[in-house]
């Protein structure tokens, strides 16, 4: 099933590459709703069959595996994976109306974004080490031509530094693996179980501490610089903003993600080997900073899509802070808030992308009086941006809340208020410039109004699960987050 | 039940009475204090009757409010002067300083009101002015009471009877009694007898009125007046509470003329002021009332 | 001997920062990638048993490391037409001495200071470092396009050290995915490398700031 | 504990339980209340834009549900016991149930009562936005009262805090309705921001109260905060007031106050400043009496000092405006002072252990509150009747609707006079009450310093009752009273029979409440008992009836008098305009009633004067004198814009880091790299 979920995307995208622009579309059409039903499919088995995945005993591996933790992946990137795919079509019928795309290359562009896909579900489900790195790698390289899509000036710009930044840091990572792989070979021999999460983790307390140190540090400013933590962070707005709005969709609410992924791994996996108080200090110093960091940025920022991708930095930081904070309510938090986040940021670039794309500007002066213009995606947008902005009924709200409760609790009352000042200051920043945009006029003549259509349920889709996040969460999703939070307490060991 | 309200009924005729005589007492002796001869003690009430019974003249852009103002105003001055024991040191049970003080501002809200309804530009002054002094005064005139209260432990009005016979309560006197300059528009700051519009204000509110109305107002701003002073007596110069009915009404009048004589006095003696210098004034009349509290519970 | 091919790796990243010629920094990277190989070999033939994963990796570097992607660079220098690094962000005496910094951090501090518990065998392990190091810095200093894409190589080349000293090489299998996505991912850079020269008729990303704040 | 105590028989019942249950009739009324607020959120949509049917379907279900939720809420303000329903766990680790207490009742009251008579004004009043979308309207309307009423009767701190982000969110958007004007977007803004802040502070006071585990109740909060220590618990107290407070719009926080309200559409502000700030003190009374519990004095002191300054300060601001709404917004900050002093006092006696003038003092505060509700409301709905007949808000535009349109002009006049404590009216009871408990703090003589605090806030709160009897002297008189000053009122008609038939009931409860306040204030004693233990009073007994008879008897009998004396006669005429004809330019204007005041209290209101003549004969006979004078917002000045322009010029410096230059990006990584690598050790 996993190969499936693997081999799915890799397909379609194969045969976009291939074809037509029509065909091309009906194919990613088609190859994205069925690898989200299989995604969706698979992440709910290690919950379903419990410990049908899981692998107690010693010196048994497998390439891909899912547990608890990547199910969740799985799941981000199956519901904001199709959503993008799917989005892509719309988004890039209008883009070659304009003709700022080629007929031609259409075909190239789903098939880059399955690729994508595929390489970001290959980084989660991997059980080694090195497949990860090697998926996370793959990424940044499909990902950078995909930013460099338009060709032009700031695209190739944008890319390059992309391209040439994440690399850099993830070489770093690289480097943390070797030591963590060094580290493991006196336990388990040095062949690829070595390097295998789950034979780690079973034996993490009898990996060398300083060594672990060591690779934390690498990995953390490795995944680090892929996951967009500040200082790193800076390739981020400039990637996000320039690639086509699905793949910004994309970048923002997978691939962090996928970053994040890779750095609790370890972060749970150094919490074993080397004790608390090590790699928790550093994400809640980086989960921190990333989140001041990001905010005067968002405060004067001009341009809609570096706003939201400054505010990807903020949440990164505050999902890693919640890492950070651990226990039960921090792992709660963080994870509810990965998954929110993913699904927030994603409509929101997307519709953000239908603006710009309307009004043929990134300039937020020069999008004016969207709520007269484009009723329905401009709803959509402000309710995406509250949402992200953190605020009820939206699930953002509740999984920052579980946070700071857990920074009250641990770090005291000044950490856990900063924490929600920054938040609220930097929703004030939103609310700012998203006022400026809904609430004014249109301009001297408004073209004929939107109408709702298909591509509009396809944002609420997500929209919905965010309210349902915020609002009413089901038991039963309570429960698996339960179940996720309870594997993160055990430190990533599965619970038997 | 009907014990109090004959009581009531009582200090109302007494007030009524009353009033016009007070206000005779004054001009008589500020004119003699200015070596006029001055009309009679009994000109308030034959100018009253006068006015009572002539034509008045109505604007016709005023309504109902202009026609009850007089009333209301009369009446809450009155109510207000019955809770003050003349001599019956029974509670009536109908209010305290508290309501004392709002019966007041009542009045004042309704005449200030009533005066900006003509359309007139002088009622709006006076009424705009008079609002502003009143902004001045009233917390002179709380501080100064409530002192008092506090003392006592209570606002009621009987329980506070000669709360003020201590040294602090000189100082509070003093101030009371710039309150109730103020408040009766006597000289330093308002004056009675000008007709200059530039510098009136509550005859400024009262120019539009004509006829009963315009008596009716007088007699109440007379009540108002020796609703004052009774209070000022009461607190500062208590009744025997055990005298008999007439004696303590002769006391009372005579109490009374007495103070309406230190007004005439105080308002040969000053010259107007200016309406601006006014909160000088109030700051004084507070700074007096301070110190009689900071006496009170510092040292 | 493998301490000789290291300290041969070492030098070679060091001279990489104290020229401005681009041929002879791609030249400098072959000799670092020949360097790598050797080691390589060495170990997989020195002991009795002959370590066919590290001779499989050997070769490996041989054709991608030493043939392909130096004659990739060489190629693209024509391409481009710049054979000199014009403008760099840090100058050249200063890098060096920054360079001579970073090894002295890998050798007197990394190694000694926070790995102290762990036995190390010979200096391989700080030389990998010190390569990984001064090939990030051989990017932060230099300013073309084409520099950075070599300075991503010299680090992979500084990792490759890294897993060979440290481990003995990965499990082989990783490294065939490190190797296949190396040889991806600089090729890729190459081709947009080029495409910036096509775009901005220059290679210098200092013209590469249109986007900020 | 008492509380634990207090909650057990709920729990019993309840906890633990997943699934929706209905305790009870009263759990069925709660579920259908929410549903009819639900239904009237969306109902509209569901017909033609605007047609007369989505103003029913928007409007009524609100008033439905309201007569609902007064029905519970008074079932809650006189039953012993609280009551409510579960809604089972909706979020982890938060279980929602809404538990009605007497506190709660009391407020769900007042919220009910208001927005009952609201919705039916509403019907009426948004058909002067027809060109807008009532749909949504209708939504974030229905919403937000629904958000309102969840506020104050959850008793979970994590639900309370996301139904307050909800009320501040409809609210939001209710604000911007009129969204085409530039104000109202800058107004909705800083109402957004500023509340969003203040919840900051909220969630900061609730969590330092959570222990990491066993919920966010209440009850759990309660037990919690007994461990906590005294400066802890002086922390909950500071976050809860400055983030109460900025709801509440207390005053170094109200600077979105004035802007909101008069922005909002006047049914909707109407809301906000009847009831929505209201919550503000049901959260502050809930957490700092009922959760925390008993502090030192100094909380009270400083409660009641922000009541003193608010009172003042928001008082002559309102004097000096010359918009309707933005005065009577004004004037919400200066009766949020005088609620706050109630409670105030009330600490600072709980404080002292003094329960029964501490429930006094609280009750008096609480009867306030529920007053300004009342006139507040009737106030703004008489201002939109205004605003309807008029199309402006605008005092010097106005004059002579008393002629107009007497009974709403009879209605503005019994909220004027309410809200300037007038005798017979409620806001005089309530006020007399506070009075009592300021006298009773200063003659306790618990230290000197304490006896004269009381008699300087008494001092306050007389200068406060003058300033708004000025206040609203010049608001009726200016609007109502005089010649019409422009052809819009000169054209103004009486407004429908729906709206003033919604303002009439509020009227009346002023009154009511005004002769009878000890109805009231013995049941608001009920609720204070509930949360100041030990505090059981004995009946309060007023004498408003027997001043309010006699008062009255008074009248009508000098009434009877003039008539039976016979009418003299009787000339009517016009004014007397010093030989020229009487017109609107010769009546006192807003501005130069409230001159004197700007005047005396020119060191707070920095009034800026600029006279400007244009003629060319001597300065005393221009033809053509053009005069501004505008008084400055103080905190606006020194402390608003200064913080914002400072923020903005440090962010553009930070963002200097973002230079493009990929060589220094790099350097980022680097750098981080050996930062940690030698932080390691």
Redesign the interface.
């Known amino acids: 099933m996993l190969y499936l979920l693997l081999a799915l995307p890799m397909i379609s995208g194969l045969l976009c590459c291939f074809t037509k622009a029509r065909n091309a579309e009906l194919i990613n059409i088609l190859g994205s709703l069925l690898t989200g039903i299989t995604a969706i499919y698979c992440c709910l088995t290690p919950f379903m069959t419990g410990t049908a995945q899981k692998l107690n005993s010693h010196k048994i591996y497998k390439l891909l595996i899912l547990d608890e933790l990547s199910a969740i992946l799985v799941f981000i990137i199956g519901v904001v994976g199709t959503t993008c795919c799917l989005y892509g079509v719309t988004y890039l019928r209008q883009e070659r109306s304009h003709g700022a795309i080629a007929e031609k290359r259409v075909g190239l562009f789903f098939g880059l974004l399955h690729f994508f896909v595929a390489t970001m579900y290959l980084a989660v489900l991997a059980d080694n080490l090195g497949v990860m790195w090697v998926a996370i790698e793959g990424t940044t390289i499909v990902s950078a031509l995909l930013v460099a899509f338009y060709g032009n000036k700031s695209a190739l710009e944008a890319a390059w530094k992309y391209l040439i930044i994440c690399t850099v840091g993830i070489a770093f990572a690289m480097l943390g693996i070797i030591l963590t792989f060094y580290a493991a070979r006196g336990v388990l021999g040095s062949d690829e179980i070595s390097l295998s999460w789950q034979q780690l983790y079973l034996v993490a307390d009898q990996l060398d501490p300083s060594l672990m140190k060591l690779a934390f540090i690498f990995i953390l400013v490795g995944y680090g610089t892929k996951a967009g933590l500040f200082p790193l962070h800076t390739w981020l707005p400039d990637a996000h903003s320039q690639a086509p709005s699905p793949v910004s969709a994309l970048l923002s609410g997978v691939l962090l993600n996928c970053a994040i992924y890779a750095i609790i791994r370890f972060h749970l996996l150094t919490t074993l080997a080397v004790g608390e108080g090590f790699s928790n200090q550093l994400l809640i110093i980086f989960g921190l900073l990333s989140m001041v960091a990001a905010l005067p940025f968002i405060l004067v920022q001009k341009d809609i899509k570096r706003l939201l991708a400054y505010s990807s930095v903020e949440h990164v930081g505050i999902i890693i802070l919640g890492v950070g904070l651990g226990g039960a309510l921090g792992y709660t938090g963080a994870i509810l808030h990965l998954i929110n986040h993913a699904l927030g940021k994603s409509v929101l670039f997307l519709s953000a992308g239908t603006l710009a794309q309307r009004y043929k500007s990134k300039l937020i002066p020069k999008i004016h009086g969207i709520g007269q213009w484009l009723p329905v995606t401009s709803a959509i947008f402000m309710a995406s941006l509250l949402a992200i902005g953190g605020l009820p009924p939206f699930g953002l709200f509740f999984s920052e809340l579980t946070i700071a409760s857990q920074g009250f609790q641990v770090k005291g009352t000044l950490v856990g208020f900063v924490f929600l000042m920054v938040i609220a200051v930097v929703f004030s920043g939103l609310i700012y410039f998203g006022g400026k945009m809904y609430f004014s006029d249109p301009g001297a003549c408004p073209p004929k109004k939107e109408r709702f259509s298909a591509s509009h349920v396809l944002l609420l889709l997500p929209l919905g699960l965010l309210l349902l996040q915020g609002i009413y969460m089901p038991h039963a999703i309570q429960q698996l987050i339960n179940q996720v939070v309870k594997f993160m307490l055990l430190g990533g060991m599965p619970s038997v | 039940m009907s014990g109090k309200l004959l009581i ?1 009924l009582g200090q ?1 005729s007494f007030l009524l009475l009353l009033a016009p005589l007070i206000n005779g007492i004054i001009k008589k002796s500020k004119a003699l204090l200015q070596c006029r001869k001055g009309p009679s003690l009994l000109q308030p009430y034959f100018d009253i009757s006068k006015f ?10 005023t ?1 109902w ?1 202009t026609q009850l103002t007089p ?2 105003c ?3 001055y ?2 207000a002067g ?1 809770m003050i024991p003349l001599w019956q040191h029974e509670n ?5 300083m ?2 004392l ?3 007041f ?2 009045a ?2 309704f005449l ?2 009533a005066a ?6 002088f ?3 006076g ?3 008079e ?2 002094i ?3 005064v ?2 002179v ?3 100064g009471l ?2 008092l ?7 009621d009005i009987n329980g506070i009877m000669g709360a003020g016979q201590n040294p602090a309560g000189l100082l509070t006197f003093i101030g009371l009694l710039i309150v109730v300059l103020a408040e009766t528009g006597r000289i330093p700051v308002d004056n009675p007898d000008t007709h200059l519009e530039l510098t009136m204000v509550h005859e400024g509110m009262l120019l ?1 009125y004509a ?2 109305q315009v008596g ?1 107002l007088h007699l109440a701003a007379m009540i108002k007046q020796v609703v004052l002073l009774m209070l000022l007596i009461h607190l500062f110069w208590p009744q025997n509470p055990n005298a008999p009915v007439y004696w303590a009404v002769v006391l009372m009048i005579a109490k009374v003329g007495c103070l309406a004589l230190v007004l005439a006095t105080i308002e040969s003696v000053l010259a107007k002021m200016r ?2 210098k ?2 000088e004034l109030m700051a004084g009349g507070m700074a007096f009332c301070l110190l009689a ?2 006496s ?3 040292i | 001997m493998v301490d000789l091919f290291a300290l041969i790796f070492l030098v070679a990243s060091l001279f990489m920062l104290a020229g401005r010629s681009i041929i002879n920094t791609i030249i400098l990277l072959t000799v670092q990638a020949l360097a790598l190989c050797l080691i390589a070999f060495y170990l997989g033939l020195s002991s009795q048993e002959t370590n066919w994963h590290m001779v499989i990796v050997g070769g490996l570097t041989l054709v991608v490391k030493v043939i392909i992607l130096p004659w990739v660079f060489y190629k693209l220098v024509y391409k481009v037409n710049l054979h000199r690094e014009v403008s760099l962000s840090v100058g050249l005496v200063s890098s060096i001495l920054i360079g001579l910094l970073l090894i002295g951090l890998a050798y007197g501090y990394i190694v000694p200071v926070l790995l102290k518990d762990i036995p190390v065998g010979g200096h391989l392990i700080s030389a990998a470092l010190a390569g990984v190091l001064l090939g990030c810095f051989f990017m932060i200093s230099r300013r073309s396009a084409l520099s950075q894409l070599i300075g991503v190589v010299a680090m992979e080349n500084g990792l490759f050290l890294c897993g060979v000293a440290v481990t003995g090489g990965m499990p082989l299998i990783i490294e065939l995915g490190i190797f296949f996505d190396i040889l991806v991912g600089a090729l890729v850079m190459a081709l947009m490398t080029y495409q910036i020269n096509d775009t901005f008729e220059t290679i210098d990303t200092k013209f590469l700031n249109k986007l900020k704040g | 504990m008492y509380y634990s105590g207090r909650f057990f028989f709920f729990y019993k019942q309840y906890y633990g339980e997943g699934s929706v249950m209905f305790a009870s009739i009263q759990g069925n009324i709660i579920f259908i209340m929410i549903a009819i607020y639900l239904i009237g959120a969306v109902m509209p949509f569901l017909f033609k834009v605007n047609s007369k049917m989505s103003f029913i379907t928007g409007c009524i279900p609100g008033s439905i549900a309201g007569v609902l939720g007064l029905v519970l809420g008074l079932a809650g303000l006189f039953s012993t016991d609280p009551f409510g329903v579960s809604f089972g766990h909706i979020l982890p680790g938060v279980e929602l149930i809404i538990q009605i207490d007497r506190l709660s009742g009391f407020f769900l009251s007042t919220i009910c009562l208001v927005t009952f008579l609201i919705g039916l004004y509403s019907w009426e009043y948004m058909k002067i936005y027809r060109q807008e979308n009532i749909a949504w309207w209708s939504f974030y309307y229905n919403i937000f009262v629904l958000s309102m009423v969840l506020v104050v009767t959850v008793n979970n701190a994590i639900a309370f805090l996301i139904f307050w982000e909800v009320m501040t969110l409809t609210s939001y958007f209710l604000v911007t309705f009129e969204y085409r004007s530039q104000n109202v977007r800058k107004a909705g803004f800083v109402y957004f921001v500023m509340t969003h802040l203040g919840t900051v502070f909220i969630i900061g006071a609730f969590f330092i109260m959570f222990n990491g585990f066993g919920g966010w109740g209440y009850d759990v909060l309660a037990r919690n905060s007994i461990s906590l220590t005294a400066s802890e618990k002086s922390w909950v107290f500071l976050l809860a007031l400055i983030g109460f407070g900025t709801k509440a719009g207390v005053v170094p926080l109200n600077v979105w106050l004035p802007l909101a309200h008069p922005a909002a559409p006047s049914n909707v502000s109407a809301v906000m400043s009847g009831v929505m700030i209201k919550t503000a003190i049901y959260g502050m009374i809930r957490l700092m009496i009922d959760i925390v519990g008993p502090g030192p004095t100094w909380w009270g002191g400083l409660v009641l000092t922000l009541g003193i300054i608010s009172a003042v300060i928001g008082v002559i601001y309102a004097l000096m405006e010359q918009d309707l709404k933005r005065l009577l917004a004004f004037s919400s900050v200066e009766n949020i002072g005088i609620i706050l002093m109630g409670i105030g006092t009330s600490l600072v006696f709980y404080s002292w252990a003094m329960p029964v003038p501490a429930a006094i003092a609280l009750a008096a505060g609480l009867f306030h509150l529920f007053n300004h509700a009342i006139f507040k409301s009737l106030l703004f709905l008489a201002t939109g009747a205004i605003y309807y007949a008029t199309h402006t808000r605008n005092m010097e535009e106005l004059g002579g609707l008393m002629k107009k349109m007497p009974q709403t002009a009879l209605l503005f006049l019994i909220g004027a006079i309410s809200i300037s404590a007038m005798p017979l009216f409620n806001g005089f009871a309530s006020e007399y009450q506070i009075y009592q408990s300021l006298v009773t703090i200063s003659s306790l003589r618990v230290s000197g310093l304490w006896s004269i605090a009381g008699i300087l806030a008494a001092v306050a709160l007389a200068l406060t009752g003058t300033l708004v009897a000025a206040c609203f002297v010049k608001a009726f008189g200016i609007s109502f009273l005089a010649l019409p000053r422009t052809p819009k009122a000169a054209a103004a008609r009486e407004v429908p029979l729906r709206m003033r038939f919604s303002m009439a009931p509020l009227a009346a409860l002023c009154l009511g409440l005004g002769i009878f306040p000890q109805v009231a204030m013995n049941s608001l004693l009920g609720v204070v008992d509930q949360l100041i233990p030990g505090s059981r009073v004995p009946e309060l007994t007023t004498y408003n009836f027997d001043l309010a008879l006699l008062l009255l008897a008074t009248i009508l009998v000098l009434l009877a008098l003039s008539r039976l004396l016979g009418t003299p006669r009787v000339r009517k005429t016009a004014t007397w305009g010093c030989g020229i004809e009487t017109d609107a330019a010769m009546e006192y204007s807003a501005a130069s009633f409230s001159q004197p005041f700007r005047r005396v209290y020119r060191g707070l209101l920095q009034p800026q004067r600029k006279v400007e003549t244009k003629g060319n004969l001597s300065p005393y006979f221009g033809y053509q004198i053009y005069f501004e004078e505008q008084v400055k917002s103080v905190l606006k000045e020194f402390l608003y814009r200064p913080l914002r322009s400072l923020t903005i010029s440090m962010s553009k410096k930070w963002q200097c880091l973002q230079s493009g230059n990929i060589n220094l990006y790099l350097g980022y990584v680097f750098i981080t790299l050996v930062v940690l690598l030698v932080w390691v050790r």
């Open positions: 009531i109302f009572l019974r002539r034509e008045s003249v109505v604007s016709v852009h309504s409010l009333i209301i009369l009446a809450s009155l109510v019955s009536l049970g109908i209010g305290d508290i309501a003080t709002y019966l501002a009542m004042r809200f200030a009101l900006l309804e003509p359309a007139s530009a009622g709006g002054m009424s705009s002015r609002m502003m009143s902004s001045l009233e917390p005139m709380v501080v409530f002192s209260a506090a003392v006592a432990g209570t606002t539009e006829g009963r009716l309406l601006f006014l909160p509290v900071l009170t519970y510092l």
